[in-house]
């Protein structure tokens, strides 16, 4: 039987926790009754044990059949709203603590690392990399266009050089200084739902359809959610190709070296996922805390009959 590994995870060790929880402002973190309860930007969450707690989440794992999983922060916590060295802090605490779940047995780990400082963010990627970790996640929107990439490149350079995945995420939250928090609220689906689709799915029109990733041929990038909405175009533009005979079989070979998680999909969005890019393209991701582990590996055992 192959082995089944989650690819789309996040976790919030108890170090991230309590340097968020001097914080006054978000992202922050405090204590309720004895639960952890985390604000990323506007709705306070309380944490379910399994968000912070690798023992209990295990546990969980072995129920639904997953062998591994690994572990990434998520852009959408707000960490560039930090100071260069808040930032630095928390990446640190949380490579470490990421690091030493990832010493075989059930977990791995991806690193994150402070995006307004170049030396600092490759430095820090080299350390998690000498750790053990196999990546780090980028938000989507750092990437939605070439001179957006272009910034990104040295990156893409550490990548290469350390052979570490680049996870692809959303990562843009409404701003917290708006004042008029009840129309944040009733913009949440457009915030969380459209917005880091479309997010995702330029980023990989950038560095696959208008072929920026081709000058790193080592690097496996991951998008989340099956590429965004790239996914629902591409056939779109496998037709425009056909027209383009001079870049069309270039561009189209990069999709070799990216792969997309499942995570917030459905069976049938799963199916349209390796119909369109081949099933070994297509990972299981369960973006859990976030969303329900067990319905994700649900709908990716549907999607398999």
């Excluded at 969450?45 to 591994?68: M, S, T, V, Y």
């Amino acid at each position: 039987m192959a082995v089944l590994i989650d690819h789309h995870a996040h976790w919030l060790p108890e170090a991230v926790l309590e340097q968020l929880s001097r914080r006054k402002e978000a992202p922050r973190a405090w204590r309720d009754e004895g639960r952890w309860v985390f604000q990323a930007a506007i709705n306070p969450r309380p944490l379910d044990r399994a968000a912070h707690d690798l023992d209990h989440r295990a546990g969980q794992l072995a129920a639904l059949g997953i062998d591994k999983q690994v572990l990434s922060w998520s852009p959408l916590w707000n960490l560039d709203a930090l100071s260069t060295d808040e930032a630095l802090a928390l990446s640190r605490a949380f490579n470490d603590a990421t690091a030493a779940q990832a010493q075989g047995g059930r977990f791995r780990g991806m690193a994150v690392a402070p995006l307004d400082d170049v030396d600092t963010a490759l430095s820090e990627l080299r350390r998690a990399a000498a750790l053990g970790l196999e990546g780090f996640v980028l938000p989507a929107w750092s990437l939605c266009d070439t001179v957006k990439a272009d910034s990104m490149a040295p990156w893409f350079d550490a990548a290469q050089e350390l052979q570490l995945r680049v996870f692809v995420h959303p990562g843009r939250l409404p701003d917290t200084r708006a004042g008029d928090g009840g129309l944040a609220r009733r913009r949440m689906h457009r915030h969380l739902g459209l917005e880091p689709q479309h997010e995702i799915g330029l980023a990989m029109l950038t560095l696959c359809q208008e072929g920026w990733l081709a000058r790193f041929p080592g690097v496996t990038v991951q998008f989340a959610n099956a590429g965004g909405s790239f996914l629902a175009a591409i056939e779109r533009f496998q037709r425009m190709a056909e027209d383009d005979v001079q870049s069309s079989s270039r561009r189209s070979g990069l999709l070799a070296q990216v792969i997309v998680d499942t995570a917030s999909l459905g069976p049938v969005g799963i199916r349209a996922s390796q119909a369109l890019l081949g099933t070994d393209r297509v990972v299981l991701g369960t973006d859990a805390p976030i969303f329900d582990p067990a319905r994700a590996t649900d709908d990716w055992r549907l999607a398999h009959l």
